[in-house]
């Protein structure tokens, strides 16, 4: 849909060298993306919360490229001061995809500089965080070279549609405090081209509201998401799964409009449950819990029942666990956190986070 044959640089104009620099969150879906189809597009329409101190900070420097004959994309990468191959390759791979919509991308010198302020192989998916990074420094460098992405909207627009390509999860990032990708009657102009952002209608508890990531363990994940995915083709349970994550996503809606926590929270949970269902129902079948991610979740549900305080978990595609609660009680689960939960996470590590106000520009 943004595929444009002019936007190349005239080399009669030729820009001077410029960079751009963008901080970018990771997020937590609490409807979760499962299942796609085509160019990364969602099989069924999720919401996320999005995250403020798992970020990505990312540098773009471009500079024209005269001596360019073969016409690859000219590209450096340095990660957290490194050379990493790894990813470079990645990204090249990724911007050779976008060439269609961006055809000035061969024209010009890129040198790219990512850090994440989470530490590495935490286990905390950076994909998020990194490729919204990456999106918002492409549109950024668009307007700067064309002047096309003046209207705030529109740009974010852009930057959420090229981050779906790079990670479909990275295209709800963008936006300030939650976030809907994917068709629903539900949401006006909801979209599975891109996300958009759902903070105008959320109750103010949800803007008040922490995610106490809990590491239990750091190693990478034994299934890529982009495997994971594919699995949901042959998974018995996939399409009453895909009519299941609708009807969730109406009551979820209504309870983060309303401040209905209980609801929110019974969802959360399901919703988290179900996706490790898929994925120990696919063939062949993952279990990506933990013994710890289960005496976790049992300490959990005993303190809820003991304190009536509204804690809930919610599970990425990975061991840890993710604790969603209000900020009025931030003091007394950071307690119970500390003295009942940390023994189970490696190196007794989590990563406080909490609903932040999405990407700046820095
Ligand atoms: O964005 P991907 O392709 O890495 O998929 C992510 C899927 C989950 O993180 C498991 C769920 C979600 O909606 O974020």
Redo the contacts with the bound molecule.
């Keep these: 849909m943004y595929e444009n044959s002019r936007l190349i640089i005239d080399s009669s104009n030729v820009p001077e060298p410029h960079s751009v620099t963008w901080r970018s969150p990771s997020?937590?879906?609490i409807i979760?993306?499962?299942g796609?189809y085509g160019v990364?597009l969602p099989k069924n329409p999720?919401l996320?919360l999005t995250l403020a101190s798992s970020c990505t900070d990312m540098r773009l420097e471009y500079s024209f490229n005269e001596n360019n004959p073969e016409g690859k994309i000219d590209l450096e990468f340095l990660f957290h001061q490194e050379e990493n191959e790894a990813f470079r390759s990645k990204m090249l791979d990724y911007l050779n995809s976008l060439l269609p919509i961006y055809p000035f991308l061969k024209q010009l010198s890129l040198k790219i500089q990512s850090g994440n302020s989470f530490p590495h192989s935490a286990g905390i998916?950076s994909?998020?965080s990194s490729m919204s990074a990456l999106a918002l420094c492409l549109c950024s460098m668009e307007d700067n070279l064309f002047g096309t992405l003046k209207d705030p909207d529109a740009f974010d627009q852009k930057a959420s549609y090229l981050a779906r390509l790079a990670?479909?999860?990275?295209c709800?990032s963008i936006y300030p405090y939650a976030a809907v990708w994917g068709e629903t009657t539900h949401v006006q102009d909801s979209s599975n081209e891109y996300a958009i952002g759902f903070a105008d209608q959320l109750h103010s508890t949800f803007k008040d509201f922490h995610d106490d990531i809990l590491i239990v363990s750091r190693s990478e994940k034994a299934v890529s998401?982009?495997a994971?995915?594919a699995l949901m083709e042959g998974n018995p349970y996939a399409e009453p799964r895909y009519t299941q994550a609708k009807n969730r996503l109406t009551t979820l809606i209504g309870a983060m409009k309303t401040g209905d926590l209980e609801t929110f929270g019974k969802i959360a949970e399901d919703e988290a449950m179900t996706?490790h269902a898929l994925m120990m129902t696919s063939n062949p079948s993952f279990t990506l819990l933990r013994p710890d991610t289960l005496a976790i979740i049992e300490k959990l549900r005993q303190y809820r029942t003991e304190t009536k305080n509204p804690v809930y978990f919610t599970l990425?595609?990975g061991p840890n666990v993710h604790l969603l609660y209000p900020g009025n009680i931030v003091h007394e689960v950071r307690a119970f956190i500390e003295e009942q939960l940390a023994e189970h996470c490696e190196d007794q590590y989590v990563q406080q986070d909490w609903v932040g106000e999405g990407p700046e520009e820095i």
């Design positions: 997020n937590i879906a979760k993306y499962w796609k990364q999720s996320s998916a994909s998020a990670s479909g999860s990275a709800r998401s982009r994971g995915h996706l990425d595609a």
